[in-house]
């Protein structure tokens, strides 16, 4: 059984530009959610999705968005990056049937420059 | 109200010694409260968990409290060892969603 992956590890951006981040999900987990976590705070949750579609939302403006796969794996888009875009993007994957077992990979951390 | 606040911000414990971390919530809808470690350059993972209809829950060394009335839960790491050196997270999930809520996170460092 693998864990959550995300790619790539590190991102350096300039701010203006576009980024996309990736993430596997565990094997046999259907939803994933997006979280943003800042230097020394708390992850904070951007969205989730569901059957390819966001199942809620957390209070990040439509230049967050993202996508999620027929194979469950997703993407998180950020356009118009800003300097305060920097911090540490982790993918959590969970399952319906247990909805509060999620598993975090071990995040994207993005610079923006 | 959607908040979490833990406390302390950092813990310095001596091995062997017992680790407390705190955290308080307003928001009674909130159902269900996970403690999340996390070690650097890695992802949070889940280390115990409670409902609020228990006031205790014990795995191992870790020991959920949780006080329904005063909205308040606390992690109790008993025998600390330099291993669980790491950042704590509580978190809480609203009812009939599985968005968590972190709080602000405690940086534990456990001298032998």
Redesign the interface.
């Known amino acids: 059984e693998t864990g959550v992956t995300q790619s790539p590890t590190h991102l350096i951006k300039t701010r203006g530009q576009q980024v996309t981040l990736r993430c596997s999900s565990q094997s046999g987990h259907n939803t994933v959610s997006w979280y943003q976590q800042a230097l020394g705070q708390g992850p904070q949750f951007i969205f989730q999705y569901y059957r390819e579609e966001e199942n809620g939302r957390g209070n990040f403006p439509p230049r967050f968005s993202g996508l999620q796969f027929p194979n469950y794996s997703s993407e998180l888009n950020v356009n118009a990056l800003e300097l305060d875009d920097s911090a540490l993007y982790l993918c959590a994957s969970s399952s319906r049937r247990e909805i509060y077992g999620y598993t975090f990979g071990s995040g994207t951390r993005l610079t923006v420059v | 109200q959607q908040q979490v606040k ?1 406390s302390p911000q950092s813990l310095i414990v001596q091995k062997g010694g017992i680790s407390i971390i705190n955290c308080a919530y307003e928001n009674t809808a909130f159902d ?1 409260f ?1 403690w ?1 470690q996390q070690f650097p ?6 280390l115990i ?1 409670i409902r609020p209809d228990v006031s205790e829950k014990k795995e191992g060394r870790f020991t959920i409290s949780f006080n329904k009335s005063a909205k308040q839960f606390s992690l109790h790491i008993m025998d600390s060892q330099p291993g669980d050196s790491a950042t704590y ?1 509580c ?1 809480a ?1 609203i009812r009939n ?9 405690t940086r534990l460092q456990v001298f032998p």
């Open positions: 833990q269900y996970p999340y350059g890695k992802g949070p993972a889940l968990a997270f978190a999930s969603t599985d968005k968590l809520i972190f709080g602000t996170g």
